[in-house]
């Protein structure tokens, strides 16, 4: 089985500053790690993926994310937050295999930008 | 990334009525695609795992009867909510695999009266 654990579920940061947005995940494989952004009322944007190739994985509108496999974690970060970034990010895991695609959802994470 | 349209984007129905929400992959094909909810200020939860030309595989707790899918083509799949209740109101959301990723459709916000 497998679970995501999103550490917050509101963070607020200022324009210019370092987001930090964590993600601790439990899958009894090697996990393929994915986080997502949702603006309201719309689907879910892929920003980046983990699939077992470089730890440091970089994505779009300047997020990056590492995977650390002794921490069980994926946390997302970017170092200068931008008003456009404010919305909701989820943290997911596939375990691959017959599970393949199969996608598990953390809690996620409203993040908001203030001036 | 890749498109994929979901219609209606939003649907109003009385309770009893039956809805369909038709999903498409504009720009890609693939076998295997998913549909899952998203009730308010939670996550999304998988409701079922569909291959084209196969019966859909259910999450637990999902009825089969009441959410029925059809997956006539690499790039068509439609989620039919049978004799709709109130609390069958969420957001529904399709997306399509490709290679591990998943890509998603914009959702169809369903609110039963």
């Known amino acids: 089985a497998q679970s995501v654990t999103q550490l917050g579920s509101h963070v607020s940061v200022s324009e210019g500053a370092l987001v930090l947005l964590r993600c601790n995940y439990s899958?009894?494989?090697?996990?393929?790690l994915f986080w997502y952004v949702q603006y309201p009322n719309q689907g879910l944007q892929l920003l980046l993926k983990?699939?077992?190739?470089?730890?440091l994985v970089k994505g779009i509108n300047g997020f990056e994310a590492e995977f650390k496999k002794s921490e069980t974690s994926f946390h997302l970060t970017k170092p200068s937050a931008h008003m456009s970034d404010a919305a909701e990010y989820f943290c997911?895991?596939?375990?691959?295999?017959?599970?393949?695609?199969?996608?598990?959802f953390g809690q996620g994470t409203i993040l908001t930008v203030h001036p | 990334g890749a498109v994929v349209s979901q219609h209606p984007s939003r649907v109003i129905c009385k309770s009893g009525t039956s809805v369909k929400i038709e999903c498409r992959s504009l720009?890609?094909?693939?076998?295997?695609m998913f549909w899952y909810r998203q009730f308010p200020k939670q996550s999304l939860m998988l409701m079922a795992t569909?291959?084209?030309?196969?019966?859909?595989?259910?999450e637990q707790g999902v009825e089969k009867d009441k959410f029925l899918i059809n997956h006539a083509s690499l790039t068509l799949s439609t989620l039919t909510v049978t004799s709709a209740h109130p609390e069958d109101s969420s957001f529904y959301i399709c997306?399509?695999?490709?290679?591990?990723?998943?890509?998603f459709g914009p959702g169809t916000r369903l609110l039963v009266l």
């Open positions: 997911a895991v596939s375990e691959g295999g017959t599970s393949y695609g199969k996608l598990t």
């Open positions: 899958s009894s494989v090697p996990p393929y």
């Open positions: 983990y699939t077992s190739a470089a730890t």
């Open positions: 720009d890609f094909q693939a076998t295997t």
């Open positions: 569909s291959n084209e030309g196969s019966k859909a595989t259910y």
């Open positions: 997306s399509w695999g490709r290679g591990e990723t998943q890509y």
